[in-house]
Nanobody, 115 residues
Framework: QVQLVESGGDLVQPGGSLRLSCAASGSIFSIYLMGWYRQAPGKQRELVATITNSGGTNYANSVKDRFTISRNNPKNTVYLQMNSLKPEDTAVYYC?????????WGQGTQVTVSS
């Protein structure tokens, strides 16, 4: 079992920045990929960014050059630095951890971009 706890969501003005954190615990040795997804009201959950165990990253086109995913292996934590935030970035952001058998999700953290 893997447990994921997100933090860092908040209300921010357009153009502002936020950093989300996702702390993993449990059977973390089984994880091969971690990432962030988001779900806006009335829309499907979508990929934001992923990072492999070796640090390889992948981003949705809509967040490239604005968001950065990173990880601190000793702390078993993955971060999402979000800059130049736009109202369309408003969503619940979910941390995800993939193992060969199971796809784990955190509880989600709300990000609202509004003036």
């Amino acid at each position: 079992q893997v447990q994921l706890v997100e933090s860092g969501g908040d209300l921010v003005q357009p153009g502002g920045s936020l950093r989300l954190s996702c702390a993993a615990s449990g059977s973390i040795f089984s994880i091969y990929l971690m990432g962030w997804y988001r779900q806006a009201p009335g829309k499907q959950r979508e990929l934001v960014a992923t990072i492999t165990n070796s640090g390889g990253t992948n981003y949705a086109n809509s967040v490239k050059d604005r968001f950065t995913i990173s990880r601190n292996n000793p702390k078993n934590t993955v971060y999402l630095q979000m800059n130049s935030l736009k109202p369309e970035d408003t969503a619940v952001y979910y941390c995800n951890a993939k193992t060969l058998q199971v796809n784990y999700w955190g509880q989600g953290t709300q990000v609202t971009v509004s003036s």
